[in-house]
């Protein structure tokens, strides 16, 4: 078995559990939460970023991060299942890049409000971040909210960027991106394990 370290809340997390059911892979995978802000966790020393998600390999090796575990999975899966081929494959990967994009910066501003003191918050900080996940939804919104034919790696992660942002920001982009509403409509009704993955705390 291979061994997801992971925690049900991580985007990049949902994204591997995503990508591994698509391709036919996740009952070859155990998933075992990790606790990134204890010492003790052997996460630190299965990943020296001690960072989620890490992917145990059947050799004891590791692998991360989200976008290395799921090239992993996809060559396990015979290659080319969620990654288009020839100059589409670097479009997928852009995409990929902005949705992960999307899910740093919102990380970002969960973290100011967790790790930091009300009083030592910075303003300008977060306004940095909320800057960059308007820039990726407004360019979202008018090129990739039209549902594929086929479903590859950047629909995946955007899909996971979105629902990561109903999780924690409380679906606020809604009112003002239903282009991009309606295509997630669409993925979770094409994808049945992004409804699976999804937690609500």
Known sequence: MLILRTSPASPFGRKVKIAASLLGLSDRIELVVA??????????????????????????ETLYDSRVIIEYLDYLAGGGKIYPAGDERFLALRQQALADGIMDAALLQVYEGRFRPAERHEPKWVELQVGKVQRALDYAEGHYATPAAD??????????????????????????????????????????????????A
């Open 151 to 200: 479903l590859h790696v950047g629909h995946i992660a955007l899909a996971c960027a979105l629902g990561y942002l109903d999780l924690r920001m409380g679906g606020r982009w809604r009112d003002s991106y239903p282009r991009l509403v309606a295509w997630l409509a669409d993925f979770e009704a094409r994808v049945p394990a992004f409804a699976k993955t999804r937690v609500t």
């Open 35 to 60: 606790d990134t802000t204890n010492p003790d966790d052997t996460i630190r020393q299965q990943n020296p970023l001690g960072k989620i998600p890490t992917l145990v390999l059947e050799n004891g």
